[in-house]
């Protein structure tokens, strides 16, 4: 299993999370320091005009990054930037997915997504990975 | 209301990267891999320690920036990056600070949109620069009127 192999045009094998839980949110508020009530409590969330609680976008952004997690023998994640494009409740189907966009020496461009069940992407993001040894 | 503090810089803090915080964020984030966890694991990788998801720098300290008084709520996380020199190790001490990169305001959905870009900087031990990441933060009108009175 290596990135080393893959092709413009190729995909990183997909995850798919479990639904989306208070449980998730609540403890990862704990271990990112990020208390905002928006993210664990329905009434603070409808008093700051949300239809309730919402994930925190580092939340989902976090997972995108476990797409590359496998391969971090033979490089590192160089650059990560997204853009929080939706958002995402209790109870959501998100999949992560990765495709390579651009390949340049040890350089590779992934586009990643991270997308909601109705197919609406939440993120929209870039991953540059760096292979060791080029 | 942002444009005088534009470059304006906090004062370095420093963080040590803590094995059971990793621990605890990778599991947060769904990723309890054992090269976030497993010192065995990072030694048989030839890694000279563990390293840290690349996100876990959203953990740091950076310190505050004078006379930056953001509202608690109302506040809309619009974009992130980070960008590495290389992976982040379990054990390191790195010198965190953040910076207000520029401020921006333009018309959408919500009236006139402010967007503020703060740039938070980690460097090693030596002074050499190991992560950047950048915040983009979006104020609606209202909560910038809020804010004014």
């Keep these: 299993m290596s990135l080393r ?39 603070a969330a409808e008093k700051a005009g949300l239809p309730g609680m919402i994930a925190h976008g580092m939340w989902t952004m976090g997972n995108l990054g476990k797409l590359f997690t496998p391969y971090v023998g033979e490089g590192f994640i160089e650059k990560f930037s997204v853009r929080f494009a939706g958002m995402v409740f209790p109870g959501d189907h998100l999949t ?3 495709t390579l966009k651009e390949a340049q020496g040890a350089q590779q461009t992934y586009e990643a997504v991270a997308a909601n069940q109705d197919g609406a992407k939440v993120i929209k993001g870039e991953i540059v990975w760096r292979l060791y040894g080029e | 209301m942002f444009e005088e503090l534009i470059g304006k810089r906090s004062n370095p803090v420093r963080n040590t990267i803590e094995r059971g915080a ?14 976030f966890t497993d010192p065995a694991f990072a030694d048989e990788k030839g890694l000279k320690a563990n ?46 600070y953040r910076e207000i990169e520029k401020y ?6 919500l009236g006139q949109m402010g967007f503020l870009f703060i740039k ?12 950047t990441a950048t915040q983009t933060i979006i104020l609606s009108e209202t909560v910038r009127k809020g804010m004014k009175g």
């Design chain 1, 5 to 43: 192999v893959k092709k413009p045009g190729d995909r990183l094998e997909s995850i798919t999370l479990p639904p989306v839980s208070r449980l998730d949110l609540i403890k990862y508020a704990g271990a990112s320091g990020d208390f905002n009530p928006i993210h664990t409590i329905d009434e």
């Design chain 1, 96 to 98: 992560l997915s990765a």
């Design chain 2, 22 to 35: 990793v621990r605890k964020f990778a599991e947060a984030i769904g990723d309890p891999h054992p090269v």
């Design chain 2, 51 to 96: 390293i840290a998801p690349p996100t876990f720098p959203v953990t740091f300290d950076y310190g505050k920036i004078e006379g930056l008084d953001l509202p608690k709520a109302g506040l809309i996380h619009g974009e992130q990056s980070f960008e590495y020199k290389r992976p982040l190790y379990v054990g390191e001490a790195l010198r965190c």
């Design chain 2, 104 to 109: 921006q305001e333009r018309k959408g959905k």
């Design chain 2, 120 to 131: 938070s900087t980690a460097e090693d031990r030596n002074g050499e620069l190991v992560m």
